[in-house]
């Protein structure tokens, strides 16, 4: 069965860096578009970096210029590198991946989630 691991989450200062990993396995063909988002306790999800299949990519306000959201085709996988890390951005991080399957049926996962803390 297809599915998208996430790993890269952690604990990180002020103005560390993280980068997340969400590797796709299974009978798939290839990734196309693939999106990050993340969830605060309390808060709702909200969308933080996308890119399409072709390549363009898109932030979040809070993130632009800081986040970069890149993708492996190769080895199926997608990534989000995150800089200049502030206690806001602490949150469960999750990747969505428009999946092309053997089949050539098109379908959307989900990683499993990964912890984020900034904190001194």
């Known amino acids: 069965q297809v599915q998208l691991v996430e790993s890269g989450g952690g604990l990180v200062q002020p103005g560390g860096s993280l980068r997340l990993s969400c590797a796709a396995s299974?009978?798939?063909?290839?990734?196309?578009?693939m999106r990050w988002y993340r969830q605060a306790p309390g808060k709702e999800r909200e969308l933080v970096a996308a890119i399409t299949i072709g390549g363009s990519t898109n932030y979040a306000d809070s993130v632009k210029g800081r986040f970069t959201i890149s993708r492996d085709n190769a080895k199926n996988t997608g990534y989000l590198q995150m800089n200049s890390l502030k206690p806001e951005d602490t949150a469960v991080y999750y990747c969505?991946?428009?999946?092309?399957?053997?089949?050539?049926?098109?379908?959307?996962?989900w990683g499993q989630g990964t912890q984020v803390t900034v904190s001194s």
């Open positions: 969505n991946a428009l999946i092309l399957l053997m089949t050539y049926q098109l379908r959307a996962y």
């Open positions: 299974g009978s798939i063909s290839s990734i196309n578009a």
